[in-house]
Nanobody
């Protein structure tokens, strides 16, 4: 069992940067992959980025490549999502999720994630 708590969302203007965090507790994360997904108004939940805890392997969704960066702090059991050059279409609730034993090709698949946080709202508007 893994518990996830997101923080750091807010309202920003286009072009701004924002960092959200996901604090994990419970089971050891050594065999887990931590991911970020988002769901905008009237849209399906979309894969953003994921990082494999033990070796740091990273996968990004096509819509955020080159603008977002995922990282982890092992000492704090926390995953970060640095979001740069934000656009209005990035507006969404951002969810942190965890899954066990993911291979690279499965890290972006929503259905494999067993644990979810409550989400944090990110709004990009002028």
């Amino acid at each position: 069992q893994v518990q996830l708590v997101e923080s750091g969302g807010g309202s920003v203007q286009p072009g701004d940067s924002l960092r959200v965090a996901c604090a994990a507790s419970g089971d050891t994360l050594r065999s887990y992959t931590l991911g970020w997904f988002r769901q905008g108004p009237g849209k399906e939940r979309e894969f953003v980025a994921a990082i494999r805890w033990n070796d740091g392997a990273i996968v990004y969704g096509d819509s955020v490549k080159g603008r977002y960066a995922i990282s982890r702090d092992k000492a704090k059991n926390t995953v970060y999502l640095q979001m740069n050059s934000l656009k209005p279409e990035d507006t969404a609730v951002y969810y942190c999720a965890a899954r066990a034993r993911a291979i690279i090709s499965s890290m972006s698949m929503l259905r494999g994630y067993d644990y979810w946080g409550q989400g944090t709202q990110v709004t990009v508007s002028s």
